[in-house]
């Protein structure tokens, strides 16, 4: 497959701008956060948000969808919530005899799955299959999702009471997991003055096709990885799995999302190749939710973001000039 032009990478680079800019109009101050999520959309990947409550995770979510023109759902997962609630039943119609097929809220393009860690471990798992296979098997029947597809969903990192913490399996899914952040005190000044009368999400309106999403997709796909690069992502997942803190360290699916994301995140940023440096930022994005560390390093206050941060200081990164 031939190597992205830099024409397609402006075209891509166009394409997040425009998304941004209209986003920034609902959520102020976390363009970081809304590439990132634009990242994840590339690589047709879903986001775990873990944050605390009100700094605007919904309206992300939601200001994303009607940019973008994608159908939009909530899922508030709470104890009670069955598998059937999330991705729908079958319900007999007496009128023709027959068993109907009722779609549940995750039939949509973009899904905020709410306090995702609220919900028990059988409808948690109901999210399995819709977010690696893109698809809902109901009473042997399968259903195809639509194109594109994402999963965002949140955690409070601080309130663990009544909640179900996201397996392994379940957290592997997620190609990256991100968090927002309290606004500083001038984007908080600029929240209340745009608030005052009504919320911004009411009256933006969507600004690209969202089907050139998918084309965008593909672009990205072709943006290049040097050699040397593609050794460094694999050093660096590698020596997860060896580092003496670690218990299970990231799996190939680790790798894979991290090649990914560099390559859409470079294309974000206006090149047609990705540089360390690409790898190194989002190392802790798309590696740190994958790691588990041994009790006794817990114990001794080590944490994922200090184990990542040892690993990108000791591997080598052996770079190749790109010819």
């Given amino acids: 497959m031939d190597k992205i032009t830099l024409a397609e990478v402006k075209e891509v680079q166009s394409f997040c701008s425009t998304v941004k800019e209209n986003v920034e ?23 775990l948000a873990e944050d605390v409550p009100g700094v605007g995770k919904t309206m992300m979510a939601r200001a994303l969808s009607v940019s973008l023109g994608l159908k939009f759902n909530r899922i508030q997962f709470t ?54 296979e893109r698809q809902v098997t109901v009473d042997g029947k399968t259903r195809k999702l639509s194109r594109p597809f994402l999963v965002m969903a949140t955690q409070n990192p601080v309130e663990y009471e009544g909640t179900f913490p996201l397996p392994e399996a379940q957290l592997d899914r997620f190609l990256m997991r991100i968090s927002l952040g309290y606004p500083t005190e001038e984007e908080e000044n600029e929240i209340l003055v745009r608030l005052q009368y009504s919320h911004p999400v009411e009256s933006i309106e969507n600004v690209v096709d969202g089907n050139q999403l998918l084309a965008m997709q593909d672009l990205v796909k072709r943006v290049f990885v040097e050699e040397s690069v593609r050794e460094y992502i694999v050093r660096l997942v590698q020596a997860t799995r060896t580092h003496q803190d670690v218990a299970l360290g990231a799996s190939p699916r680790g ?30 994005l798309t590696l740190k939710h994958r790691l588990i560390l ?16 040892d690993l990108l200081e000791s591997v080598p990164v052996e770079l190749e000039e790109i010819g």
């Fill in 294 to 309: 041994k009790p006794e390093s817990s114990l001794r206050g080590r944490t994922e973001d200090r184990v990542l941060q």
């Fill in 79 to 132: 104890p009670d919530l069955l598998p059937s609630d999330v991705t729908g039943v079958s319900i007999y119609n007496q009128k023709i005899n027959e068993f109907e097929f009722k779609e549940g809220p995750i039939f949509a393009q973009i899904v905020l799955a709410d306090e995702i860690n609220r919900a028990t471990p059988r409808t948690q798992s109901a999210l399995l299959e819709c977010m690696e």
């Fill in 25 to 47: 109009k609902v959520i102020i101050g976390k363009g970081e956060v809304i590439d990132q999520i634009l990242v994840a959309l590339l690589c047709s990947g879903h986001v």
């Fill in 255 to 284: 790798s894979l999302a991290l090649y990914k994301t560099a390559q859409a995140f470079a294309a974000v940023k206006g090149r047609e190749y990705v540089i360390p440096d690409d790898v190194k930022y989002l190392a802790p």
